[in-house]
T-cell receptor, first 113, second 113 residues
């Protein structure tokens, strides 16, 4: 059974600071996704990571994937208030025919002025 | 291009009542999914479909049924609602490649009393 663990679950940080959210998963997978969810809203796709060593950046967010360690990170650089949201990682099931994703519990990020 | 839409946005049911949630997408996506999201948790897959006329069970299928009679629509039914089914329900769609991201609808907030 594929398990996905995110930490921390809650993160409160000052504007301008850097921090990293971690996503660990239990079995081999070939794809990992990061999503953002604002309160009461739907999920917005941030990054799709498909290979070991993949790194993608968008603004103040950078995601990376280490398939050997079964670990993905979402790094926040010089946080701003607009980044306050819940961030989810989701891992694709290893079966060749399955399309399922298993989501982590989410990291609720609050950026304080 | 509306993307993924869900009907209704909110609903309150009494225990034992039935209802159907409608998901529609206009992106010509092959794959469609129904998830539920409970407080403090990530999304859990209820059922999914890889094409018109096909459906499959996800992680938490009990108490739900689905149908995909048309490619653009995916219906989720609750035959006899229970308080444990109080949740926010998200529909998602995806192009017919495992590595593409899923696009989510705005969600349906369901309360069963």
């Amino acid at each position: 059974e594929l398990k996905v663990e995110q930490n921390p679950l809650f993160l409160s940080m000052q504007e301008g600071k850097n921090y990293t959210i971690y996503c660990n998963y239990s079995t081999t997978s070939d794809r990992l996704y990061w999503y953002r969810q604002d309160p009461g809203k739907s999920l917005e796709s941030l990054f799709v990571l498909l290979s070991n060593g993949a790194v993608k950046q968008e603004g103040r967010l950078m995601a990376s994937l280490d398939t050997k360690a079964r670990l993905s990170t979402l790094h926040i650089t010089a946080a701003v208030h607009d980044l306050s949201a819940t961030y989810f990682c989701a891992v694709g099931h290893p079966s060749g025919s399955a399309r399922q994703l298993t989501f982590g519990s989410g990291t609720q990020l609050t950026v304080l002025p | 291009n509306a993307g993924v839409t869900q009907t209704p946005k909110f609903r309150v049911l009494k225990t034992g009542q039935s209802m159907t949630l409608l998901c529609a997408q206009d992106m010509n996506h092959e794959y469609m999914y129904w998830y539920r999201q409970d407080p403090g948790m990530g999304l859990r897959l209820i059922h999914y479909s890889v094409g018109e006329g096909t459906t499959a069970k996800g992680e938490v299928p009990d108490g739900y049924n689905v149908s995909r009679l048309k490619k653009q629509n995916f219906l989720l039914g609750l035959e006899s609602a229970a308080p444990s089914q109080t949740s926010v329900y998200f529909c998602a769609s995806q192009r017919a490649r495992r590595t593409y991201e899923q696009y989510f609808g705005p969600g349906t907030r369901l309360t069963v009393t």
